[in-house]
């Protein structure tokens, strides 16, 4: 089972069954754990979904179920990027104190109105979704697209929208690193958020190594090249 937390509208279809929305904490992931027999848990949240995280860490450990974190590498500052990495959100929101600025957000929904605190800037937000509300920053252009996105779109995006800064977390993964290539291509400066601390857990960077993982529990290996879906 695929569990979204809903922030999407239309995400893609899965080849396996789909529940959307939060568990209602710790107590409420180990009531569905225990309900939904399930015996091994993937983790494979944004890495800054630290609440999310830290639930399944205490539910699978109430639960004594194993548990396997995916995650994407972060990414590194390479020769030719300018970079300023903020330890959070605010840090970010302060970054961007002085004059006025186009300014390229691609955080997401959920954050915007922190930058309300810097209301000078104009913000160009590249969102999956069209808001139901309207961002609430006095100035700003709202772009709907969903990624990957490559490197070629992204310098004509920057261009076209003259930005002068970016600001992102730093979500690691190939789907959205273009806009770190097209930005140092452009000599652009970056607002980097870096991943916030979380509990202790495995972790693996390949959806492969997720599978052997659970090859190895149930003591089932998968004939090589079988299909193997999500």
């Known amino acids: 089972m695929l569990s979204y937390a809903g922030r999407v509208a239309q995400p893609?279809?899965?080849p396996i069954a789909v529940r959307v929305g939060g568990f209602g904490g710790v107590d409420g992931l180990v009531r569905h754990l225990r309900e939904a027999q399930v015996t091994h848990v993937v983790d494979a949240t944004h890495p800054f979904a630290a609440r999310m995280s830290a639930n399944a860490v205490a539910a699978c450990a109430a639960c004594g179920l194993p548990l396997l974190a995916?995650?994407?590498?972060?990414?590194?500052?390479?020769?030719?990027?300018?970079?300023?990495?903020?330890?959070d959100l605010p840090a970010a929101v302060a970054a961007l104190s002085g004059p006025?600025?186009?300014v390229m957000l691609a955080l997401g929904r959920m954050h915007l109105s922190a930058f309300?605190?810097?209301?000078?800037?104009?913000?160009i937000l590249r969102l999956?979704?069209?808001?139901?509300?309207?961002?609430p920053l006095p100035q700003h252009t709202v772009i709907v697209s969903r990624g990957p996105f490559d490197l070629e779109g992204d310098i004509a995006l920057l261009r076209?929208?003259?930005?002068?800064?970016?600001?992102?977390k730093n979500a690691?993964?190939?789907?959205?690193?273009?806009?770190?290539?097209a930005a140092r291509e452009l000599e652009l400066p970056i607002v980097m958020v870096a991943r916030p601390p979380l509990a202790a857990r495995q972790e693996v960077t390949r959806v492969a190594e997720v599978l052997l993982w659970l090859e190895a529990a149930h003591h089932a290996p998968t004939s090589r090249g079988a299909e193997r879906g999500v």
């Open 172 to 181: 690691g993964g190939a789907g959205a690193e273009a806009k770190l290539h």
């Open 160 to 168: 076209a929208q003259r930005v002068d800064v970016l600001v992102c």
């Open 116 to 123: 309300a605190a810097q209301p000078q800037h104009h913000y």
């Open 12 to 14: 893609k279809a899965q």
């Open 128 to 135: 999956v979704d069209l808001p139901e509300v309207r961002p």
């Open 100 to 102: 006025p600025q186009r």
């Open 70 to 87: 995916l995650t994407r590498p972060a990414w590194q500052a390479g020769p030719g990027d300018r970079w300023q990495t903020v330890p």
